[in-house]
């Protein structure tokens, strides 16, 4: 069952604050000269038309990338993300939505390498088209969470994994901790970056208390809340969950949340949090 379609939610409040996240570590591992691996377990179709029907159905857009574009006074720690969103917008307008294949593919350098996995049938040729002509991508149809076995430890030595999946399956919480606990066996020295929702409150907390049991430390959760959690359907908050976050991050993370929170919940109902779950 493959239902779930990104661009109907893409450059939503989630995609924000994944995507800063996202590009705050890549710009650190770009501190050092040697190449690393980029890893889309999750990739979607890369690029996003927010003026596409998809888009304009939700609008979740407009509460999301829109209250950014164009203000003069984001904070310098989004400066590599907002450089993404203005490439793929190189007028006035904001048309497009580069998902995290293409921000990573802007920001890496000639030798870094992604490589990017999708099921979607719809999807994936979309994403395999825009990495056609990029000898540093390799875009496969394949399960994601397998490829943390199959394709880590990176002859780099060196990588970001970004595990983004849709959870619209239950089992989708379990298969992120078994799929992480695969990945740092072989690499544990990687930075993992897992994004999640809060849909319901005690799906978070089990999943978190199921990686904090792994024995896997240096475990920082970064969220942003639009909503008070509740029972109803719909995503009130989501987060990001990282494994070996760059040093530099929860002091940037805590810099950059109360501005996002001011921009993206001007009615005070929402929430910020970094958090080690489980320090060195
Ligand atoms: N990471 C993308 C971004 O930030 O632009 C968005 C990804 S979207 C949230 C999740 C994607 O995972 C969907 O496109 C879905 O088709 C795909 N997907 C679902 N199950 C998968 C699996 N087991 N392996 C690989 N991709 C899968």
Redesign the pocket.
Known sequence: M?S???SF??GNHA?VL??TV?SLIIESLKEKDKPFLYL???????RYQLSGEHAERTGEYLEGIARLWQRDDVPQEMAAYMSAINYFNRNENLRYYP???LIARHLLREDDKLHM????PS?FPLLRNEFQKDDRARVLR????QQLKAQLPPPSRRGLI?M???Y?LKT?YQDVVKGIQEGYKRFATGTYAI?YPVVMRQQIKRMLRELEATGIRRILQIELGVRPDSDQRGMTASGMIVINPPWKLEQQMNKVLPWLLEVLVPNGNGHQLVKWVVPE
């Open positions: 493959l779930y379609r990104h939610h893409a995609d994944k995507h996202q889309d377990t999750h990739a979607g179709a890369g998902g995290s294949p996995t999708e099921l979607h999807d394949a399960d994601g969470y970004l983004d999946p849709p619209e989708d994004w």
